[in-house]
């Protein structure tokens, strides 16, 4: 298993910078795969970023592609969403999700998911 939690959510004005980590304990880090979710109020939660285990391979949805950065750290067991630019429709509760398989979009691929982080993007 792996427990999974975020920090580094907070207020910002649109235009600005917030930077996501999430931490993991537990088992191997390096064995998962991580995910960044998003899920605002009357929404359903949807896949912002993900990363393979050694970091090699991300991917972003089309809607953060050029403002969002995910990285990871295996060495500490950290993997961060960097957010630029962020709109008033980047306001959402943030997950970190891990799963053994592949990079995925899909909320149900993942296994371990952390409480989540609030953003708000304020205009």
């Known amino acids: 298993q792996v427990q999974l939690v975020e920090s580094g959510g907070g207020l910002v004005q649109a235009g600005g910078s917030l930077r996501l980590s999430c931490a993991a304990s537990?088992?191997?880090?390096?064995?998962?795969?991580i995910g960044w979710f998003r899920q605002a109020p009357g929404k359903e939660r949807e896949f912002v970023a993900g990363?393979?285990?050694?970091?090699?391979?991300?991917s972003y949805a089309d809607s953060v592609k050029g403002r969002f950065t995910i990285s990871r750290d295996n060495a500490k067991k950290t993997a961060d969403l960097q957010m630029n630019s962020l709109k008033t429709e980047d306001t959402a509760v943030y997950y970190c999700?891990?799963?053994?398989?592949?990079?995925?979009?899909?909320?149900?691929?993942?296994?371990?998911w952390g409480q989540g982080t609030q953003v708000r993007v304020s205009s």
């Open positions: 537990g088992r191997t880090f390096s064995s998962y795969t």
């Open positions: 990363i393979s285990r050694g970091g090699g391979t991300t």
């Open positions: 999700a891990a799963d053994l398989g592949g990079v995925s979009t899909k909320t149900y691929s993942y296994d371990y």
